[in-house]
Structures are given as structure tokens and as C-alpha cells.
């Protein structure tokens, strides 16, 4: 064979290795996560949650919103419709015949007595959170920051700074609408709190941060992190 060949051939196998290398690495990482998702989903169930943080929060989603009908103040008849008709009939049941509701302080208490670090966010009044705010889980430092604008990639580098100088390990960012963000990268988690168009609760992967939307009214919505900041997220409609 001569050597321009052989050497055509070499190049060929090596490249070959590169993509070979590249693809298993990758699938590595893939497979990492899901591993360390799963885990966390064990440890939970067994009650072994030390290292763990545990971001909590209300539901604010209410599925009967599109059954009330407009509010007209100076109309004391009766129900104008079906949807009106409903919640009146539901809000005459006796207690012991709905649905107990299940609060964020009932999952807080949880998850602390399973070991972890906890943090409980207030969804429903989130412009508290305009500037960012540092809170403690734990030994943990969680970044807190809502986003009701549009935030260029330039913004939102600077806002994860702000915290990330402050002390924070984790990064969490609300928004109403995913739209909000150039980019979701550099959060662990990113929480969608009005997006009429989602599923209530989802949860799903985006360019390596996780989002959720919240769950509906008495529900409680749940993100988890590992020790290593990997994210998954459930959501409580009983204990």
C-alpha cells in the first residue's frame, strides 16, 4: 500500500473514532441524567432525601376559569350559565365531600423530614421576586428571580451573575411565559406561571434546563435538585 494511501486510511479511522467517541460521550451524559433523575425518584420514595434541595410552591392554575362567566356587579340573578351554575352548586357541598386541597406547607414538612433542604416560593405574587432574591436550603443557597419582560441573553447574564456573586449554587427563574427569555440556559429550573396554552404541572427538558408549569389551585408544584444541581420536578394533589 503507499504511504499517500495509508495515510488516507489512518485519517479516515480516525475520524471515525472522533464521531464513534463523540456519540458515546454523548449518550454518557444523556444517560447520566437519567440515571440521577431516576435516583432521586427512589430516594424520594425510600424517604432518603440528605443533600437534596426541594423547591415548593402552590398551584395557581384554575381549570374553572373558563366556565365563570363575565362578572357583572348590579345582577344579583340567578346563574347566567352552566359554568356559573357549577361552582355555585360546588361551593354549597359540605367540606367533608370535597377534595381536601394540599398546601405548600404540608409538602415543606415532607420533605423536611426527609432530609432535605427546602425552600417554599410564593407563585402567586411573584413580582416579589423582580429583583433577585438569595434564599437558604439547607446548607444550600437558592437564586430566586422573576422575568415578566422580554430579557435578552446580555439581561439575563447579568442577572445570574448577580446572583451567582451573591452566593447562590442553584438558579431558578419565573417567568409567565417561556417567551420571556432569549434563553433558558444558565437556570437549573425555569418556572412557567401563566401559560393558558400548557398542561398544569408538566414538567420537560429544554437545552439542559428544566421547566415547569405550575399546577392547578390546591395543588403543589415541586422541583427537586441533587446535590449536583441535576432538576426533576412532580406535582401533589394528595398526601
Known sequence: MKKRTREKVALLVFALLVVLGGSVLLRYFETGRSFNVAATGVDDVFGQMQGYTAIVFDGTYDPMDGLRPPRDDGDDAAPASIGAMVLSELSRLPLALRERP????DVRSLYLEKGAGVVTLDIADPHRYEQPVILTAGDRKVGVVYV????????????????????????????????????????????????????????????????????????????????????????????
Open 102 to 105: 394540599v398546601y405548600a406547607s
Open 148 to 239: 415578566d419582560y422580554y430579557a435578552s441573553k446580555k439581561r439575563l447574564a447579568a442577572l445570574q451573575k448577580e446572583m451567582t456573586d451573591a452566593g447562590a449554587q442553584s438558579l431558578i427563574c419565573l417567568v409567565p411565559r417561556l417567551s420571556c427569555l432569549a434563553t433558558p440556559d444558565g437556570f437549573q429550573t425555569v418556572v412557567v406561571t401563566d401559560d393558558a396554552e400548557a398542561t398544569p404541572g408538566a414538567g420537560e427538558g429544554s437545552e439542559g434546563v428544566h421547566i415547569m408549569y405550575t399546577p392547578e389551585k390546591d395543588q403543589v408544584g415541586v422541583v427537586l435538585l441533587t446535590a449536583l444541581n441535576v432538576p426533576s420536578s412532580k406535582v401533589y394533589s394528595s398526601l
